[in-house]
């Protein structure tokens, strides 16, 4: 007898880091999972660990690793070493994440050369990103010609947001013939995330309207009608919105050539500022937020500023999504810093009992894994922590894109 095909590699390629996760979609448990780090510098790293029911066994080793394909040939051979590799009868799809999918890509697809095409087409808008994940997917062909290869977009679940939305208020034969409007990012995680408030809440996803606020690294907000995005806080780029670990999020876009013309920087200059040396870090010193508090904690004013900041841009989006939405169900946080910083939540929603948001400290110090409220009984909004797993939200996805099941609006997380 065949083997059934239930696994799913999910790999997720990085301008300078592939991580990956092999699944079993039969009931969605880990096999393995890991990262190559560092590819192209001097010493790369290869991290892999073999999860069973017994536990976690890491081998680790380090050494020159020249680019992507290398680098997933690396992770081949470690899963081969287990039995786990590309050629094994059980797999059943490569989910790739890619970042960004243009207008066109709206669910997850299957990959043919016009998709690859596609993909290498949108480069300019995801410079570190887009070449990163498509290296990802030819590898994975070249490895195993006849295995799916699915792209998953973190543009998707934005593509419909009402144009009102998605257009800038630009010279609309300029904006049209660049492409140039709001695709937004993050939108595995956000639709991930949303589905699980609804169940959280225990209503239909089509029914409950949900801010999703993803504050990792990078960091996005989302205006969740429904089960559908119809706002978020990112733009062409991830640049746009709220203040990240080094991405300054929203400024006047003056500051750009009042800096080109007066500072005697280059177009490039301006990006690195903007996008790496901003944020959290710019301004003061540390894009971690256990950093931050930590120091805010202490009494530095820099970091207090930081955090400020940070907060304030929270609030602010957190308002105008309550208008945007008209009535919200529920306020909820993910990511690193959504997920852990209990002080930056209670932050974000101090002041606004107006709007129904009410945080209960003691539920909000709890520190737990699962999806779980974090507002008093009968709140008019609720506020929730849920665990973001864009992994496992990929690896639904490919599998169901394989087994033709439409998971993307019905989902089972
Ligand atoms: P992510 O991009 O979702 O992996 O989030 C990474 C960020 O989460 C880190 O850079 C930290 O700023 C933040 N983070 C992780 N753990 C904590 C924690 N315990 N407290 C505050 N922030 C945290």
Do not use: W
């Not at 956000?190 to 949900?210: I, K, M, Q």
């Not at 429904?226 to 300054?248: K, N």
């Not at 301006?270 to 901003?278: A, H, I, K, Q, T």
Request: a negative charge; hydrophobic letters at 40%; aromatic letters at 4%.
């Amino acid at each position: 007898m065949a083997e059934a095909r239930t696994r799913v590699l999910v790999l997720n390629s990085g301008s300078s880091s592939v991580k990956y996760q092999l699944l079993d979609m039969r009931d969605r448990t880990r096999l393995a999972a890991g990262l190559v780090e560092r590819i192209g510098e001097r010493t790369s790293r290869v991290e892999y660990t073999r999860l069973t029911e017994d536990g976690a066994r890491t081998r680790e080793r380090e050494g020159r690793i020249a680019g992507h394909e290398e680098a997933l040939r690396a992770v081949a051979a470690e899963l081969d070493a287990d039995g786990l590799g590309l050629d094994s009868p059980e797999l059943a799809a490569v989910g790739h994440r890619i970042v960004h999918g243009g207008r066109l890509f709206d669910a997850p697809t299957l990959v043919d050369a016009a998709v690859e095409k596609e993909i290498e087409r949108l480069a300019p808008v995801a410079p570190l990103h887009n070449p990163a994940g498509l290296a990802g997917i030819r590898t994975a062909r070249a490895l195993r010609p006849d295995l799916p290869q699915v792209a998953v977009f973190d543009t998707a679940f934005h593509a419909h947001m009402p144009e009102a939305a998605a257009r800038y208020a630009l010279e609309a034969e300029t904006a049209d013939a660049h492409h140039i409007r709001r695709y937004g990012a993050h939108g595995t995680s956000h639709a991930f995330v949303s589905r699980a408030t609804a169940r959280l809440l225990g209503r239909p996803y089509d029914e409950v309207n949900t801010i999703v606020l993803h504050l990792g690294n990078g960091a996005s907000a989302a205006a969740v009608r429904g089960g559908r995005s119809v706002e978020t806080s990112m733009g062409l780029t991830p640049l746009e919105g709220l203040v990240m670990g080094t991405r300054s999020g929203d400024i006047d876009p003056a500051v750009v050539f009042h800096l080109m013309r007066n500072a005697d920087m280059s177009a490039q200059d301006v990006d690195v500022l903007l996008n790496r040396r901003s944020g959290l870090l710019g301004l003061c010193g540390d894009n971690d937020m256990r950093e931050v508090t930590r120091r805010s904690d202490e009494g530095d004013p820099a970091a207090r500023l930081a955090l400020e900041v940070y907060v304030h841009r929270l609030k602010k989006y957190i308002g105008a999504y309550t208008a945007v939405l008209g009535r919200v169900d529920a306020v909820t946080f993910t990511a690193g810093v959504g997920e852990n910083a209990a002080a930056v939540r209670l932050a974000a929603v101090e002041g606004l009992e107006g709007l129904g948001l009410v945080v209960d400290p003691r539920l909000n110090a709890v520190r737990d894994r699962t999806p779980r409220l974090i507002s008093p009984a009968g709140s008019r909004v609720a506020v929730a922590v849920v665990p973001t797993d864009e992994e496992l939200e990929i690896a639904t996805q490919t599998y169901g894109l394989v087994n033709g099941q439409d998971t993307v609006r019905e989902g089972t997380t």
